[in-house]
């Protein structure tokens, strides 16, 4: 009885906890997209959000309403990947990788380019910095999804002084010299570093990569999905890329619209020096066992732009990608099954 209690509970506090509007939201948007009834939809919702930890966001672009119980239990659902990341990370290092100061100074050899925290630098390590530079990259020290990143033109401004305050001002305090991309890269699209999303799990001292993605700006200077890019999965083996591009917005790309560069069927390039970095980047902190990397490919190779000790769980198992309705959950219980 105490058990059946418990459970009954939890399940209450479960659907107390739920945002009503978010999933009365996103009942509406999958009626007016498959005519079932609303009702219905908000049950099957609140199901999911009980049996497979899934929020209404997830009952939206992982498409759970074409998912049968089987497909469902296969999908990597915002609850279960933090149940990943509350077992392989422990949050007293997350500042490694929160701090993009402390990231870069971790992984200085990996970072590969010039690069200055404004915190601790006076003005004349600045003007060092800017000294010969016609551009640069400016970001907050903490940040995600590519917010409050600049693309610096020097000439833009009056005078040196002019730019360290424009900078302290908007808290850009991380600056770097810019990525001259890989040609092959820089051809798909040039006004952004169209990075390799790794996700990898450090094991029994074994790296294992779960996935790669590219993702592909669409004229502006960040490609994240959430600031308007577009994702594709990439074949772990080659390299090679099979599948079509969508961006948030659901919109397919075969080519890119900009540049009309074919994106399925592109062959990454540099690609066993890729995984050779990732995996060289997943061992150096063992506290800090799942996570997500941004890998660019420069002119003169990979080289590690930031990364996440959060990896989000979206773009690795959007519909279009995932034809067999099939989730990542296995991939990572083949890795490591949590109690």
Not at 77 to 87: K, L, P, S
Not at 158 to 174: A, P, S, V
Not at 260 to 280: A, H
């Amino acid at each position: 009885m105490g058990v059946y209690m418990k459970n009954i509970s939890y399940m209450v506090d479960r659907i107390l906890s739920m945002n009503i509007l978010g999933i009365f939201d996103v009942a509406n948007k999958v009626h007016k997209k498959t005519k079932r009834n609303r009702i219905i939809l908000i049950i099957d919702i609140i199901w999911c959000g009980l049996r497979h930890m899934a929020g209404y966001v997830d009952y939206l672009i992982f498409e759970m309403y074409n998912l049968n119980e089987y497909q469902r239990s296969t999908v990597m659902t915002r609850g279960r990947n933090n149940a990943y990341v509350r077992e392989l990370n422990n949050p007293k290092y997350n500042y490694m990788f929160e701090s993009k100061k402390d990231f870069h100074t971790l992984y200085n050899d990996l970072v590969k380019r010039e690069w200055l925290s404004l915190e601790d630098a006076s003005f004349d390590d600045f003007e060092k910095f800017v000294n010969g530079k016609k551009d640069f990259f400016a970001k907050p020290n903490r940040g995600t999804c590519g917010h409050g990143i600049e693309k610096i033109n020097v000439s833009d401004y009056e005078d040196i002084y002019t730019l360290w305050y424009h900078l302290h001002d908007r808290k850009c305090t991380l600056v770097e010299e810019t990525i001259i991309q890989h040609p092959t890269l820089k051809h798909l699209h040039p006004h952004s570093i169209n990075t390799i999303r790794f996700v990898t799990i450090l094991h029994n001292n074994n790296v294992h990569i779960v996935s790669a993605y590219l993702r592909i700006g669409n004229n502006r200077i960040v490609d994240n999905f959430n600031s308007g890019g577009m994702v594709v999965p990439i074949d772990l083996k080659t390299g090679f890329i099979h599948d079509v591009a969508i961006d948030k917005a659901g919109n397919y790309y075969q080519h890119h619209p900009l540049t009309n560069t074919r994106i399925q069927g592109f062959q990454i390039p540099c690609w066993e020096e890729s995984l050779e970095l990732v995996t060289e980047a997943a061992k150096r902190v063992d506290q800090i066992r799942l996570v997500g990397w941004d890998v660019g490919i420069s002119e003169n190779g990979p080289l590690l732009v930031e990364a996440n000790q959060y990896p989000g769980h979206d773009i690795y198992q959007l519909p279009l990608h995932t034809p067999k309705k099939i989730g990542m959950l296995p991939v990572f219980q083949e890795i490591i099954k949590l109690k």
